[in-house]
Nanobody, 124 residues
Framework: QVHLVESGGGLVQAGGSLRLSCAAS????????VGWFRQASGKEREFVGC????????YYADSVKGQFTISRDNEKNAVYLQMNSLKPEDTAVYYC?????????????????WGQGTQVTVSS
């Protein structure tokens, strides 16, 4: 069992930056690939990016490539999502998720554990 808690969301002006954190407790965190997803109002949950358990490889959705960066600190049981040059279309609830020994999937169904989400609102 892994318990995930996101933090760091808030209101930011377009062009600004936010850093989201995903804190984990429970089983060996380093065994888990962690994914970030977002869900805008009235839309389906979409893949943002992920960082693998082995080697810390990162994968990003085309829509955020070069804008967002994912990193992890296994000593602190945490994963971070650095978001730069934010746009109003980045407004959504952001979720972190965990997939034990995952290869780095973009599909929500492949992730076993989810946080409660944190709201990010980008004003124009």
């Amino acid at each position: 069992q892994v318990h995930l808690v996101e933090s760091g969301g808030g209101l930011v002006q377009a062009g600004g930056s936010l850093r989201l954190s995903c804190a984990a407790s429970g089983r060996t965190f380093s065994d888990y690939t962690v994914g970030w997803f977002r869900q805008a109002s009235g839309k389906e949950r979409e893949f943002v990016g992920c960082i693998t358990w082995s080697g810390g490889r990162t994968y990003y959705a085309d829509s955020v490539k070069g804008q967002f960066t994912i990193s992890r600190d296994n000593e602190k049981n945490a994963v971070y999502l650095q978001m730069n040059s934010l746009k109003p279309e980045d407004t959504a609830v952001y979720y972190c998720s965990a997939d034990r020994y995952g290869d780095g999937s973009e599909y929500p169904i492949d992730y076993d554990y989810w946080g409660q989400g944190t709201q990010v609102t980008v004003s124009s």
